[in-house]
């Protein structure tokens, strides 16, 4: 009796062994925590649009993303956007995205909805939800945005290349390829309306 005692505890500890080392191999435990000043991340520049429209910035900073840090569950970075700038019009299929304005004034559309946000305010898209912005203040619009999950990442690494390398030129229909790969959409390249 007390040798099969001891064949079961010896077959749990090892089924424990193999579920712990199971544990250590799935995508979480790779997962690194982060603490991350303003200018630390992954710096990227826009690629340049043949067709004259213009990217919102020149450069933005991923900071947590599968790549970045091996997170699953969320997309974050930020944002300058000059006076002047705009977001262009566009829907994420599959994310839901906050996005933090922590200085300037945006103008922003949303769905059926329309007003101005000033430092300190808040933007909620679920997915599927058109928007588009515009910075209409004389100063830059400072901002972080949040995704629901990985994805749309894929579609600015796309529409970019990393900071210090010479931007190259993309196309209307290159646009929309990457928009494809992070699960997105954008609209046809009317202007938004004038503020």
Known sequence: MTAVAVMVVGLCGSRAQSIQSSADLSPEANVKPLLLERNEGELRTRRIHTDASAPASSQFMLKVSPKN???QHLVAGTEELAPGATLPK?????QDEIVLIHSGTAH???GDQERDLHAGGLVFIPANT???AKNIGTEPI???FVFSAPGFEDTMRCNSVPAGETPTQITPEQQ???AHLG????ASRQ???KK
């Open 69 to 71: 840090n091996g997170s």
């Open 90 to 94: 566009h829907r994420h299929l599959a």
């Open 108 to 110: 922003v559309w949303l």
């Open 130 to 132: 058109w928007v588009s």
């Open 142 to 144: 400072s901002l972080t």
């Open 176 to 178: 929309k390829d990457c």
């Open 183 to 186: 699960h997105a959409e954008n």
């Open 191 to 193: 202007e938004p309306p």
